[in-house]
């Protein structure tokens, strides 16, 4: 399976029936593909809307209607629009459940660094900083490593997106959750050992006495 | 009394070195009629307040490719990376805000508030220079409110008292920025009768509209 597949997977499990979610561009996108059945979630677009829905069919796209990458969307039966103030409201306000988002590097407070490697490539914060103050959850899925390289750090060197907000680490190589005494490696992939996870994260990680085998 | 104008008469307020607000997210719910003719015109050294600027060839992006913009307020820049270079040559001024932050700043801006307090970006780049508030044993920054000289927004069907109706996820910032500024120009994708919008379905009310101009549908 593809890691990035392995993540979505991993990550829509940890949704529940009800919940209204906040997809990140890339890979949390993919998240909605494997949520599972009898598991109906509501999807908030910051762009302005409840309700989001799949990729229209060709030919039947609304230049109206585009999530949060501008690439077209369809909108379920129920669905509500509204203005920009209103849908970070709805973010910051708490109204959110969990958001899930990709990240540059996270560490072991739970801090974020999402929107900036400065002198390289400045996009810009967008709606990240107020989505990830304001869902009640936030679950960071990316890929372990960085072209061979730590993201997981005893302290973020690139500019933060949010302090202690972290709530859920999901890479291909395991779930970890931060804590206050530190990160807890909760879950690990079944081809892959302690040893490994540790040797390409840079923050400790504590073991959990129930470590569990990567449920996808 | 109407307030349909022919789009040359409408720009004739938007000067050099102007404050401009310009609605929309990714070019969706942008006026891109009053855009192109911001570039006809010939306008240059704005202050352009904005979610994003879009792609190149894209909404504000075209204002970006073609040297309008000297100082700039967003909070994402990444899909234009002209955008970027122009920021890096030291080209544009440009300015990065949470996309909340932002519409909560304009709609202050628009509702005689003297700011907002909000937690986002504690603890970030985003913090420097701020006063920090504490409410209830929380911390939050104190944003000022945003105002502009000239507001250019996007509707859907607007009537000829200026009242506006907006489809799907055009909506985005054209309310806050039609309350933020001295003169609010709305391009009309479809221009309809007085009382052809039931005023429930008004989002944003004709007293906050100047001038209506026809646009592409």
Known sequence: MDIRERIARRVAKELSDGDIVNLGIGMPTMVSDFIPEGVEVILQSENGFIGMGAAPKEGEEDPDIVNAGGMPITVKTGASFFDSAVSFGIIRGGHVDATILGALQVDEKGNLASWMIPGKMVPGMGGAMDLVVGAKRVIIAMEHTAKGKPKILKECSLPLTAVGEVDLIVTEMGVIEPTEKGLVLKEIAEDVTVEDIQAVTEANLMIDPNLKTMDI | MSKIVELEKALEYVKDGMTVMIAGFMGVGTPETLVDGLIEKGVKDLFIICTDTARPEKGIGKLIVNDRVKKLIASHIGTNPVTGQKMNAGEIDVTLVPQGTLAERIRAGGAGLGG???????????????????????????????????????????????????????????????TAADIVIVEAEEIVEIGEIDPNDVVTSGIFVDYVVKGEE
């Open chain 2, 116 to 178: 907002i307090l909000t937690p986002t970006g504690i603890g970030t780049v985003v913090e420097e220079g701020k006063e920090k508030i504490t409410v209830d044993g929380k911390q939050y920054l104190l944003e000022l409110p945003l105002k502009a000289d000239i507001a250019l927004i996007r509707g859907s069907k607007v009537d000829k008292l200026g009242n506006v109706w907006y489809k799907g996820a055009t909506r985005n910032f054209n309310p806050m920025m039609a």
